[in-house]
């Protein structure tokens, strides 16, 4: 079936780098623009960042750009965030989600159960 | 402070109806489409509503979208306890070249 699982949470200091997968099924990962969205604890959502189906185009939010980066393994129908210099407002569950097919930067329609990474000394 | 804004809560009695605003600008919501979600308590949110006002296969029609402008709303007919969750509005900020949501609405069932 159709899902999205991701995992490589955990507890990391700060200044410290981690890095997260989202492995995909169920859909033809090449076609599909992808995302990663967090949610600190007791707060809404929050957008990271977005590649593109083909991994040519990138963006990220101001919160986190120059410090995490996207990408892709399309082989292996993976997505990574890997998050450098990590900070105690990083502290969220990170859950990745597909761009809508025919609308990939404004909407996501399937969503991973998310993992939980906690920045603490 | 999200770019796009909604109201923190609303809230009616069961078979009520209830609807959500979303406000945004010219970078976003003025040009771009909307997207709704709902997230009840412990899970991950789920697409309600994509291109302004169309539903993925599954969404009865009791939610419903619409956009004018730079805002955009939400619309829950029949009210249902089920129905009780985080609601958030999402789109695309062409300025800022990044996606944006907002602030979330909580929903009650009176």
């Known amino acids: 079936q159709v899902q999205m699982v991701e995992s490589g949470g955990g507890v990391v200091q700060p200044g410290r780098s981690l890095r997260l997968s989202c492995a995909a099924s169920?859909?033809?990962?090449?076609?599909?623009?992808m995302h990663w969205v967090r949610q600190a604890p007791d707060k809404g959502l929050e957008w990271v960042a977005v590649i593109s189906y083909d991994g040519s185009n990138k963006y990220y939010a101001d919160s986190v750009k120059g410090r995490f980066t996207i990408s892709r393994d399309t082989p292996q129908n993976t997505l990574y965030l890997q998050m450098n210099s990590l900070r105690a407002e990083d502290t969220a569950v990170y859950y990745c989600?597909?761009?809508?097919?025919?609308?990939?930067?404004?909407?996501?329609?399937?969503w991973g159960q998310g993992t939980m990474v906690t920045v603490s000394p | 402070q999200s770019v796009l804004t909604q109201p923190p809560s609303v809230s009616a009695a069961p078979g009520q109806k209830v609807t959500i605003s979303c406000s945004g600008s010219?970078?976003?919501?003025?040009?771009?489409?909307v997207s709704w979600y709902q997230q009840l308590p412990g899970t991950a949110p789920k697409l309600l509503i994509y291109d302004n006002n169309k539903r993925p296969s599954g969404i009865p029609d009791r939610f419903s979208g619409s956009k004018s402008g730079t805002s955009a709303t939400l619309g829950i007919t029949g009210l249902q306890t089920g129905d009780e969750a985080d609601y958030y509005c999402a789109t695309w900020d062409s300025s800022l070249s990044a996606g944006v949501f907002g602030g979330g609405t909580k929903v009650t069932v009176l």
């Open positions: 169920g859909f033809t990962f090449s076609r599909d623009a």
């Open positions: 989600a597909r761009g809508e097919p025919t609308r990939p930067y404004d909407a996501f329609d399937i």
């Open positions: 010219s970078s976003n919501i003025g040009n771009n489409f």
